[in-house]
């Protein structure tokens, strides 16, 4: 790690400086383009130190140090594109890693499966399992260790009673592996292994005595499969299959007596549950179920034991199996004490006295703390982004409307300040994805701004979404840029009614999957919009789904065909690459050309065909950008275009003209 990093780290509290922009925009937009200070924090067991994870130029590094008077002991960082995903306390002194890659700040990261550990004190630093064995690249001296079977490994259990040794699951590099989990040694990295089972692509839990007890994957069919054991010395059997059961079965972990395991049920119908089961018996009980959302995260005590769930609906919502439980009590204690936050906890010290605490809110983007259950003092320790000035910003507030066929739609509005109930320019935000993902109540950097910059931002989880239930996400396969896409037609037409969008004033601007859904909407409602954006978008599934078809494996196969369709007229039928002469109103297109999950091939296409059908068409792409932009000065390019082309056509210099 280079003197100069750690030397600012020191200097000005973990907040990096950056050069001021050329063109100055209306509004400062220098809060939403910096990277964060501090994405997480962890205490170690015995309370002396504190790691975190640090994101920096299109990477995320790990610095640890002393609780006392925060002095930096080391620190670790890595390439471009590769990030701390995840770090562990195993002992005292020793934190485990983990990495992911990205390829853009659109990009979901991708977990390499490599583990590396470090002392406190920065020494021992080791690759000790994954297939990247040039230590030195990754700027720091990481010693690797010899060169053994490529496999990927993620962590089980770290064994809290057992300081050198974690479980880990190791999957070997085939497009359809089969996993074992294996115990490894937190100092040298060998393994022996423990467990085995007969599905592929499988996720394990464990009981609080270390022991592996059940394991969830699946076949080519992507069919869920999950399996239970007594015991590590007991064979497996199967006690669900999606295929004929017609349900998901997600193990969670079990109770303090390892009598009861509990399980996140996803059914046909309604939002999935918490269920308790019975280990003897086999008896299931619903535990907890909400009446529109899904339960996202699981809350955990500082040995990995399920306590309870949130509920991402209008407002986050904690819920716990049993109030009386302890952890529950200073819970909701810290709750009261910072009201109108989401409250989370990543971490503790061993004893339970000492607790990390995270409050954020949707116009805060978070804050740590650390909590003596003893005194009750909160001491203010980090903030995730010193730039971001909450009372500046824009409250979310939760809307629900129906779809023209009657399905119920949910998702946020935000107004910019001093609305006063007049009709705004409008920007219909639709999130990437589209299966799984989903806009929540909590801080979006791309939703503020545009909120700064006068415009009320309409967010709605389309069917396909996440967080609705299994039924909600199953009804938008193969509705690409047909019924998804009449979801944001008819929340559009909404604002319009509700008299929240001015009629004149209203852009589709999207990222990803979102990039695709305002081209598409432009193309199917050319009268209803006066421009679109699509920032690292698809727009050829034709060509998304060779791409699919020639790289994937037999489950990504098989999603593609389920989920996206592979009738190749009906699939030109829902390109915008197709539909450009039925675009009536300008666009602008940005893209990476590193990008490997929206290739830039796309948005080429696209301006092609707008150009040839004479729509005005503007770009900026970056050759070495790729799913969204890592560069502050290439973010700060086009978030100041973004703003200049909605001003230009939505905003308040066509107000003031009259255009």
């Known amino acids: 790690m280079g003197r100069l990093w750690t030397a600012m780290l020191v200097a000005v509290g973990l907040l990096w400086s950056w050069p001021g922009h050329a063109a100055a925009p209306k509004v400062d937009i220098e809060p939403f383009i910096v990277d964060s200070d501090i994405t997480d924090v962890k205490i170690s067991p015995g309370g002396e130190y504190l790691a975190l994870s640090v994101p920096k130029d299109g990477q995320t590094g790990l610095v640890i140090i002393t609780r006392g008077d925060r002095k930096v002991t080391t620190s670790m960082r890595f390439q471009k594109d590769t990030h701390v995903s995840g770090f562990w306390w195993v002992n005292d002194t020793r934190v485990l890693i983990s990495i992911a890659e990205t390829f853009g700040t659109r990009d979901e990261p991708v977990p390499t499966g490599e583990l590396y550990g470090v002392d406190a004190d920065g020494k021992r630093k080791e690759l000790l399992v994954g ?69 592929t692509h499988a996720d394990f839990v464990t009981d609080n005595r270390g022991q592996v007890r059940f394991a969830v994957g699946a076949m080519s069919d992507n069919s869920s499969q999950l399996f239970y054991r007594d015991s590590d010395a007991a064979g497996w059997k199967r006690i669900n299959y999606e295929a004929e059961s017609g349900r998901i079965e997600v193990p969670l972990g079990f109770s303090p007596d390892d ?24 008896e299931r009980r619903e535990l907890m179920r909400d009446g529109v959302v899904d339960p996202v995260t699981i809350y955990q005590d500082g040995w990995g034991r399920p306590l309870g769930a949130r509920f991402l609906g209008a407002k986050p919502t904690m819920r716990f199996f049993d109030d009386a439980d302890p952890d529950a009590r200073v819970y909701r204690s ?9 409250v989370a906890i990543p971490s503790a010290t061993g004893d339970g006295r000492v607790k990390v605490v995270l409050a954020r809110s949707d116009i805060d983007p978070g804050s740590f703390y650390l909590f ?130 001015d009629p004149d004033r209203i852009c589709l601007y999207g990222a990803s999957y979102g990039g695709y859904a305002s081209l598409m909407g432009v193309a199917r409602e050319p009268d209803l919009y006066r421009c679109a954006v699509g920032y690292v978008g698809v727009y050829d599934l034709q060509m998304m789904r060779r791409e699919d078809m020639r790289q994937g494996s037999l489950g990504l196969r098989t999603w593609s065909r389920e989920w996206v369709g592979n009738d190749a007229a009906a699939l030109a039928a829902a390109s915008p690459t197709t539909l450009a002469d039925r675009i009536k109103v300008p666009v602008f297109l940005a893209a990476g050309g590193e990008d490997k999950v929206a290739p830039i091939a796309h948005s080429e296409a696209m301006e092609r065909a707008l150009k040839r ?23 700060r390019e086009f978030y100041s275009r973004l703003l200049d082309f909605l001003d230009r056509h939505i905003g308040s210099r066509r107000a003031a003209t009259g255009e």
């Open 334 to 342: 810290l709750e009261k004490a910072f009201p109108d936050t989401v």
């Open 259 to 282: 009598g009861t395991a509990y399980l996140r049920v996803s059914s046909a119908r309604g939002p999935d549950a918490i269920v308790a089961l019975d280990v003897a018996t086999g």
């Open 613 to 635: 059908a004479g729509v005005a068409v503007e770009t900026l792409y970056y050759p070495k950008e790729g799913h969204g932009f890592y560069t502050v000065e290439h973010r």
């Open 372 to 501: 003596d259950t003893v005194t009750k003092n909160a001491d203010f320790i980090f903030g995730r982004n010193k730039l971001v000035d909450p009372p500046e910003m824009s409250p979310m507030k939760p809307v629900s409307l129906r779809a023209r066929d009657g399905l119920e739609l949910h998702g946020f509005l935000t107004l910019p300040a001093g609305a006063g109930g007049r009709p705004s320019p409008l920007v219909v935000l639709p999130h990437g994805g589209p299966y799984w993902v989903y806009d929540s109540w909590g801080f979006d950097s791309d939703v503020q701004l545009l909120a700064r910059a006068g415009y009320a931002v309409l967010q709605i989880n389309f069917r396909g979404s996440g967080n609705y239930g299994r039924a909600f996400r199953l009804a938008g396969a193969r509705e690409w840029g047909g019924a998804m896409q009449d979801d944001l037609t008819d929340a559009t037409r909404w604002a319009i009614q509700e008299g929240i969008a």
């Open 131 to 199: 297939w990247r064995v040039r230590g030195t690249e990754f700027g720091s001296r990481i010693s690797p260790q010899k060169k053994e079977e490529l496999v990927a490994a993620f962590l089980v259990d770290p064994l809290p009673d057992d300081d050198d040794h974690v479980l880990v699951s190791v999957r070997p590099f085939s497009k359809d592996p089969f996993v074992r989990v294996e115990k490894m040694n937190v100092y040298t990295g060998r393994r022996v292994r423990t467990a085995t089972v007969p599905v």
